[in-house]
């Protein structure tokens, strides 16, 4: 039987951590291997609700796992977890939401903007004249807040990070130790994936300690908004859709889903979106994520982002969706020169909120190795 003490988990970003504590909490003894470089889109995701574009086999059980993890996390006042009420706003009629049914005091309209100002209330742009949409709750991670509380988590569970670059000679030094791939886009340079690549490129923008925008509820807004596509879109013609989150240390604008791969340098290529693109803090973004945002905000809420322009600071990161339209995100048991290794990895941008009950998939096959029996309800608010 393999030694329940010496388990390996690849990467340090938000699916090798919450596996790790998983691990951890059903008796496992593990390391998280990683070279630090944690500058990766985890530290710019926004929150974690339900996923919008995302192939992966049992996604109603996996959404729910996480879910019922993130209501134990949210009693923590320390966790950075908090329930924010978001709105899915769009310009013309959308396809069903995706797990609907399982979100917190979800609620669709449709209606003429000058009526819903009055009912609803959700952003609007200046010139639309009528908007469909749902809105409800959903966990949000603070992630700096967030991330910073999972290390203190894991340390006091007994967890080891150790500092190493993660090479393909990673199963010849794990002889013996069971192996969880949590790489993301690093996986491509460890393990054998012929899987099609779409390396998706994010642009956003980070306001720096600007207030949590709050509603009636007394609890943070959120939006995502996609207009006609004469105003945002992507290369294909299709609507591009922003978004706008408060969190501790600002508001998050954005943000880009350009499909694309990386070149034999490792450069992005691909096809980024249409139109106009402005210089915020040494990075191009769509002119659209600031003058759409801004429209949006001062007609929702009243506040205007041109007092806060040289305050902001544009980002752009990378996000790795495994073959999107088949087999999907890689969660499977794979013996590789007799190692077990668990492979978990290519979210997309769905990596935060899909991290539980991947994590405890990865559990259940590490148990189906060793024998023992997983139970996530296990986890409580006292170990933590």
Request: charged share 20%; aromatic share 10%; glycine share 10%.
């Amino acid at each position: 039987m393999q030694d329940k003490s010496d388990i390996w988990i690849l990467g340090g970003g938000i699916s090798g951590l919450s596996t790790a504590i998983l691990l951890q909490q059903a008796g496992y003894k593990t390391s998280i291997l990683s070279d630090l470089n944690f500058d990766v889109p985890t530290n710019y995701a926004m929150a974690s609700a339900y996923p919008h574009n995302l192939q992966i086999q049992n996604l109603d059980q996996i959404s729910e796992d996480s879910q019922n993890l993130f209501a134990k996390l949210a009693q923590n006042a320390r966790s950075g977890l908090l329930i924010h009420r978001i709105y899915e706003v769009f310009e013309q009629e959308p396809e069903l939401a995706p797990l609907g049914d399982k979100r917190m005091q979800f609620q669709t309209f449709d209606g003429p903007v000058e009526k819903l100002k009055m009912t609803i209330k959700p952003p609007f742009r200046t010139g639309a004249t009528y908007l469909y949409g749902y809105t409800f709750k959903t966990y949000f991670a603070d992630m700096p807040v967030y991330m910073d509380f999972l290390w203190d988590w894991y340390e006091t569970l007994g967890g080891l990070l150790v500092h190493k670059k993660v090479t393909p000679e990673i199963i010849k030094e794990a002889s013996g130790k069971i192996v969880i791939n949590c790489l993301g886009l690093g996986s491509l340079k460890v393990f054998e994936d012929k899987s099609p690549l779409n390396v998706v490129r994010g642009k956003q923008v980070l306001v720096p300690k600007a207030p949590i925008i709050t509603g009636a509820e007394n609890i943070p807004m959120a939006y995502n908004y996609t207009p006609s596509a004469d105003v945002f879109s992507r290369a294909d013609g299709n609507p591009e859709y922003v978004h706008f989150f408060s969190r501790n240390d600002g508001w998050l604008l954005g943000q880009t889903r350009e499909p694309g791969s990386l070149d034999q340098a490792g450069k992005w290529v691909g096809d980024a979106v249409k139109g106009e693109e402005v210089m915020v803090g040494g990075v191009f973004i769509p002119e659209p994520i600031l003058s759409l945002n801004n429209d949006l905000l001062k007609n929702w809420v009243g506040y205007d982002l041109k007092s806060k322009q040289t305050q902001m600071q544009g980002r752009v990161g990378l996000r790795y969706y495994r073959d999107s339209q088949n087999s999907g995100v890689r969660l499977e048991l794979e013996n590789i020169d007799g190692v077990s290794c668990v492979h978990n990895y290519g979210h997309g941008g769905s990596g935060i909120t899909m991290s539980w009950g991947c994590a405890k998939r990865c559990v259940d096959l590490v148990n189906s190795m060793t024998g023992k029996f997983s139970n996530l309800s296990a986890v409580k608010n006292e170990n933590f």
